[in-house]
C-alpha cells in the first residue's frame, strides 16, 4: 500500500526564515515518483517537482531545495528565505512507476504554510 | 486557456439535488482523474479513467458516479447531493511517457457546497 504522511499540519514563521517541510511515504515498490504540489489562497494546485526513485540527489530551484533520503523514505522541501508569497498549502505525493495505476497519486493531508511579513 | 478546464467554478445546491461537474482537456491524455479535496484530508481519488472504455473506482466513489463521453471530457455526477459532499473537486489528467510521465495535471476546481 502507498501512503504518505505529512506530519505538520501548520507551520508559521516570519519572512526571510527558512523552513522545512517534512514528508515521509510508504511503499512496497522500488520504483516510483514522488512530488510536491503547491496550493496558493487562491485555490489551484502547482506543481513543484517530480522526483524519480532512481535520482536521490538533492535539486534546488532557487529559493527551493528538496532532499531526497530513500534510506528514511523521506522528501524534505526546504524554502529558504522565505516570503509571504510562499504562503500556501503544500502537498506531498507518491506515484507507482509502472502498472496499471501509473499516474495515481497518493497525497499526504498537507503543511498549511503562512509566512508573516 | 488552461489546459484542463472544469465547470462550473463554483455551485451552490441543495440536498437531495443531482449535479454534474464537467472536465474537459487540450492535453491529450488518455487518463483523467477527480479527486476531491477537504481541508486538513489532502486530496482523495473519486474515480480515474484510463481511457474512454475504462472507468475505475477511487477510494472514495460511493455517491459519485463518472461518465468519459471522449477522449477530451470526463463528468463527475452527483445523484441526490448530500451536506458532507461539500468540497472542492479536482480534474487531472496524466501521461503514461515522456518528460511529465505520471505527473498530474489539474485543472482549477470546483467548488461544491451542498445546503
Known amino acids: 500500500a502507498q501512503k504518505v504522511t505529512q506530519a505538520q499540519t501548520e507551520i508559521s514563521v516570519v519572512e526571510k526564515e527558512d523552513v522545512t517541510l517534512d514528508c515521509v511515504y510508504e511503499t512496497r515498490d522500488t520504483t516510483y515518483y514522488l512530488f510536491w504540489y503547491k496550493q496558493p489562497p487562491s485555490g489551484e494546485l502547482v506543481f513543484l517537482i517530480r522526483r524519480n526513485s532512481f535520482d536521490e540527489q538533492n535539486e534546488i530551484s532557487g529559493r527551493y531545495s528538496w532532499n531526497f533520503q530513500k534510506s528514511t523514505s523521506s522528501f524534505n522541501f526546504t524554502i529558504t528565505a522565505s516570503q509571504v508569497v510562499d504562503s500556501a498549502v503544500y502537498f506531498c505525493?507518491?506515484?507507482?512507476?509502472?502498472?496499471?495505476?501509473?499516474?495515481?497519486?497518493?497525497f499526504g493531508r498537507g503543511t498549511q504554510l503562512t509566512v508573516w511579513p | 486557456d488552461a489546459d484542463v478546464t472544469q465547470t462550473p467554478r463554483n455551485r451552490i445546491t441543495k440536498t437531495g439535488k443531482r449535479i454534474m461537474l464537467e472536465c474537459s482537456q487540450t492535453?491529450?491524455?488518455?487518463?483523467m482523474y477527480w479527486y476531491r479535496q477537504d481541508p486538513g484530508l489532502g486530496l482523495r481519488l473519486i474515480y480515474y479513467?484510463?481511457?474512454?472504455?475504462?472507468?475505475n473506482k477511487g477510494e472514495i466513489s460511493d455517491g459519485y458516479s463518472v461518465s468519459r463521453q471522449a477522449q477530451a471530457k470526463f463528468s463527475l455526477s452527483l445523484e441526490s447531493a448530500i451536506p458532507n459532499q461539500t468540497a472542492l473537486y479536482f480534474c487531472a489528467t496524466s501521461d503514461l511517457s515522456g518528460p511529465n510521465t505520471g505527473e498530474l495535471f489539474f485543472g482549477e476546481g470546483s467548488r461544491l457546497t451542498v445546503l
Open positions: 479513467s484510463f481511457d474512454v472504455k475504462d472507468i
Open positions: 505525493a507518491l506515484a507507482k512507476d509502472r502498472g496499471s495505476t501509473l499516474g495515481r497519486l497518493y
Open positions: 492535453k491529450g491524455h488518455d487518463r
